[in-house]
């Protein structure tokens, strides 16, 4: 079986983990060439697709109760994103989420009063966001390029979240995004980040981290060089640290996460520095960047 960096094409690929958190098959490699980590061997797209409609998180959606749940834990990072790229949109603007999955940020953004679309290619979440949310969600595959054709140069912004990590072909999938994207529009990209700290200081959380959903890996370094060579400029990057000081210390103690507390209000000031900290050196646990079409190329 051959394997090939999935950015640079090169051979030149190391391996550094054995096994990942839910595959025996799946073991995780950097290449040499470029720096780029991922798993190999990648999936094909029938058999993502397999892995996608077995996703236990889908087939909840017609259980009210879950979705509540769903909805409420969600909306942390639906109010974060609005808070953090609400300077970088208007209500003239067309904008579109991709791979929008149930729809709460293009609902929020909705009742905000912005115009805006999702992408998502799982029936059920599709259903969920335009039936039950009353959103505008289309069936388009990034990685099929005659869905696109109706949409050129259509948004002013479009956001991806937690998205590019699942892709098995980046570059062709950043470079038809680029074909929907207005000539002067923006691209917020937001991914988890390699140079996450608990990487280094725990062994258990590192075993975890790994997953078979995710084939790329990226830090802002990795992910600078594939949006250049994509055909993007003007590149930056912001860092959010989405998991707070009881998850780190329990990964630490434990060996597991533990996700559904909140730091008491008395020690507020360290998590206040911890997440600070991390952002400064660029070793929190998310990656937002923000990025043009590069109109030299
Ligand atoms: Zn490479």
New binding site residues.
């Given amino acids: 079986m051959s394997l090939n ?1 999935i ?2 094409n ?1 051979e030149n690929m190391v391996k550094i983990q054995d096994r990942l958190r839910d595959s025996n098959i799946h073991k995780v490699f950097i ?1 040499n ?4 980590v991922q798993i190999n061997p990648i999936p094909t797209i029938d058999e993502d697709k397999k892995y996608y409609s077995n996703d236990s998180q889908a087939k909840a959606v017609f259980n009210e109760v879950n979705m509540d749940i769903m909805k409420a834990k969600s909306s942390i990072d639906v109010k974060r994103r609005y808070r953090m790229f609400k300077d970088k949109i208007n209500k003239d603007m067309k904008l579109l989420e991709i791979g929008c999955g149930y729809g709460f940020f293009v609902e929020y953004l909705k009742n905000e009063g912005y115009d805006i679309d999702g992408f998502e290619i799982s029936n059920v979440r599709r259903e969920y966001g335009t039936k039950t949310l009353g959103c505008k969600i289309y069936d388009i595959n990034l990685l099929s390029e005659d869905s696109l054709n109706f949409h050129k140069e259509e948004y002013d912004v479009i956001f991806m979240f937690h998205v590019l990590e699942h892709i098995s072909e980046p570059e062709k999938f950043l470079r038809n995004v680029k074909k929907i994207l207005k000539k002067e529009g923006t691209l917020i990209i937001e991914v988890p980040n390699l140079d996450d700290h608990m990487l280094e200081r725990s062994e258990k959380y590192r075993d975890f981290y790994f997953q078979r959903a995710h084939i790329t890996y990226f830090d802002n370094k990795t992910l600078a060089r594939l949006l250049s060579k994509s055909g993007y400029s003007d590149i930056e990057f912001e860092g959010v640290q989405r998991y707070n000081l009881y998850n780190a210390l329990n990964w630490l103690n434990k060996g597991q996460p533990i996700l559904e507390y909140s730091v008491p209000r008395e020690i507020d000031w360290i998590e206040k520095y911890y997440t600070a900290k991390l952002i400064k050196d660029m070793e929190c646990d998310t990656l937002v960047a923000y990025c043009k079409i590069n109109r030299e190329e």
């Fill in positions: 960096c950015i640079c090169s290449c060439n470029c720096g780029q």
